[in-house]
């Protein structure tokens, strides 16, 4: 086990990142098409094609998920994706053609330091997000990095660098599960002002540090901390969880929505007005059924657990963005703290 949604077989994960605009693209490809659903919570949310994986919809299965940066300027990525997913011979036949299947979800870093040219001159400067897209499907393996890369590389907390974060488990049957998480969250994922995570219960073996939570949690560990006081500001952390268990895309969605309360376990506050929190839940289908109610739950319930700690790694194993005033990153904060 890598700690990584890649532990899920079926699955490949590829970022690409703009490093001068501050952000980037992080696919998740499947080596054959795959069963999905998505549940969104956020208030804010901007996707593509996510209509199509709810269960009343015709979409039987999907090639990809991009997750982006840029905001609405980032759904070009689905675009770039699409094309080298076609030059993989990837893709589902619809009447004569095959199209290949990449729904998408972004997140909000356009105002993170980064030069983003597109934004003074739109007629004079393409956003990077095609080429990015296409050139994370085309980095796709089982190895990646965590942290300032991928979609994750502009991402922000309220209190700390967000950044690209993952982590996998095993259910009692057998069942592998993983979360993919580029935290950009218009809350915090650490306690008050200090080091320790809200995730921290469901923590395994140091993957964020060991630091527990506070022996004491006051009301000053419970007041809000959110991006832009007093103004509101525009974040979201998107996400997706995947198994090889075989589900239903009715099941996938229920998956969605118990995943989705991982970001709960991870963030405060969460699922807010300028958050777009949104999940995907997918089936490689390669190990056997799930639905039966009780294994459903496990998988839900470790699926969250997955995604909070992802979320947590995100922020643990991010570096601070090279600009005046960026937000500064946990490690460089506190990574002298010890337990």
């Known amino acids: 086990m890598r700690n990584l949604l890649t532990d899920v077989p079926g699955v490949l994960v590829g970022n690409a990142e703009d490093a001068r605009a501050a952000t980037g693209v992080t696919v998740a490809v499947f080596e054959q098409s795959a069963v999905a659903s998505v549940a969104t919570l956020g208030g804010a949310p901007g996707s593509r094609a996510v209509t199509l994986l709810e269960p009343g919809m015709t979409a039987r299965a999907i090639d990809a998920v991009v997750l982006s940066g840029g905001s609405l300027w980032g759904l070009d990525a689905a675009g770039g994706a699409s094309a080298a997913l076609a030059s993989q011979g990837r893709g589902v036949p619809f009447a004569g053609v095959v199209l290949p299947m990449a729904v998408q979800a972004i997140l909000f870093d356009l105002t993170n330091g980064g030069a983003k040219d597109w934004l003074k001159e739109p007629l004079a400067h393409r956003p990077p997000y095609w080429d990015l897209g296409r050139d994370a499907v085309l980095a796709a393996g089982k190895e ?181 005033g960026a937000v500064p990153d946990w490690k460089t904060r506190f990574g002298s703290v010890r337990r």
């Open 144 to 324: 990646f990095r965590l942290g300032t890369v991928g979609a994750g590389y502009g991402g922000t907390t309220s209190t700390a660098k967000g950044g690209l974060g993952s982590a996998s488990a095993r259910t009692a049957q057998g069942f592998t599960v993983g979360a993919l998480a580029a935290v950009n969250a218009v809350g915090s994922a650490l306690v008050g002002d200090g080091p320790h995570f809200w995730a921290a219960p469901y923590e395994r073996d140091g993957e964020f540090g060991g630091l527990g939570w506070p022996a004491k949690m006051g009301p000053e560990a419970l007041a809000l901390r959110f991006k832009g006081q007093p103004m509101p500001a525009t974040a979201t952390t998107i996400a997706m969880v995947a198994t090889d268990a075989t589900l239903t895309k009715a099941e996938c969605k229920r998956l969605a929505i118990m995943a989705n309360d991982g970001l709960s376990k991870a963030l405060r506050p969460v699922h807010a007005p300028n958050d777009g929190d949104t999940v995907f839940a997918v089936s490689t289908g390669r190990a056997g059924p799930a639905g039966d109610p009780p294994l459903l739950t496990e998988l839900g319930t470790l699926a969250a657990d997955c995604l909070a700690r992802a979320v947590a790694r995100g922020v643990y194993e991010a570096t601070a963005l090279p600009f005046a």
